[in-house]
């Protein structure tokens, strides 16, 4: 843990996009203007459909979400996950979100900024906690992470996905939690570790 | 729980809205454009009051957010809420969230989408724990709400509110927290049960 | 705990900024329309910004986010803070916010109201959990904020923060958790207390 980098906007690559400033020019300029804030609408709620699909392993409105080149790096405690396409992506989180499974991963505190009309950033604050049952294993932390978005005809897509841990706890809980719901106990796939 | 409906957007009746798209028309067409994010607006401000209300048995504003005929179907794991009307849904948060009460309800990841302008619906994903000191019982959990609003009279109104359950877990807990604050504790009703 | 005020917004001092109507003016006032929106989204980025430096301890970032003069007044169930500068407030977060810290700030539900161009206010929901792993304490809980943001120079700055508790919940954690993880314990100020 001793030679983390800064998580600051500097390291993470992060730039000032386009001010929140309205054009002084005519109704072309205020078009643009209302697109650009259309824009950081639509990739707030592409993000949210993304968290809504992982933890009920919706794979296929999931699919859907990112780039067929999507570059992942997530560096947890334990664990790190580096994939560079939307197959290994998917696949993973279909094998990661099983019936024994219980996730919860919500994303806060967006801060996108419109690059061009095309090209977006954003950083997340993620509070997750996720359960693997068959393992008696309980990871909880938060992360912060840093995201690319491209528009690729008119929608837009998750291209590049970062994140690192301010904190993570792993606890081994003996008993199972006594859980008067689970949906992906019912929906997930059986589990294949 | 087997027989659980899969959670996705058809089975919760969650159509596309109009686009996240700036007209190509005129000062009338921008017009609705501007109104249209305004709306976006409105509706996640009204839901957040919603909770701001629920979680400090504000009884008084709570009644202002729902429409005089809101249906409500809850579905948690071990209890449902079907309600039908606007003064029955004010009546049982007041009775829930009592002084033996504390109530922490965050919703996150809005998905508004705007069907008319007067008609929009939205996808929430909760987080939430529930003490009911009296009973020595914690509820936590996550559920997606899916809701319809309609603006009436200028004011955006929750119409219908629905949610299931992604995991929710019961505990027994043995002893009181130690609470250094609660609000409930002083400003909630008595307990009726 | 029982004087404690009721926290609705006659209390917290809010008021109905301009609202979310769309003019019926032609291109100016559509461009201030505009204008309105881009500053509701600039002031959730920047209390969006302050959680993410205040849980990084990034002092440097935090400085550009405060008025000179920032007000604060925070009563926890066991603490409060009241501060008056800019200063007091970062030399505050940095000593809070040490190697011996695991700070999580999530706030939630934001209601901003614009008063003018250069005035405005918000409620917030916030959710938090903040170890001192030297004194093993665990405070979690939440509480509901309400600020004041001035527009100095074009850029939105915090001018006045307030927050009472909902709920809070002192723990003593015997043994330190087990943190696969920890930004602060390299990036944090040494322990002062």
Known sequence: MSERQVLNKKNMGINSGLP???????????????QRLMDIEAIKQLKHAYFRCVDTANL???ATLFHDEVCVRFKGGGYEWNLDSKQEYVDNI??????????????????????????????????????????????????????RYLKVDGKWLIKDTNYERIYEINRS?????????????????????
Chains 1, 2, 3 share one sequence.
């Open 20 to 34: 929140l400033q309205a054009s002084e020019g005519g109704i072309d300029e205020l078009r643009r203007d209302i």
């Open 60 to 62: 296929e409105e999931l």
């Open 94 to 147: 279909g094998m990661a979100f099983s019936k024994e499974a219980i996730g919860q991963h919500n994303a806060h505190h967006p801060e996108i900024q419109i690059i061009s009309e095309t090209e977006a950033t954003g950083i997340w604050y993620l509070a997750d906690n996720m359960w693997i049952l068959n393992h008696n294993a309980l990871t909880t932390g938060t992360a912060l992470y840093w995201d």
């Open 173 to 193: 809980v003996d008993d199972r939690p006594h859980l008067s719901s689970h949906y992906l106990g019912v929906h997930g796939a059986d589990a294949s570790f």
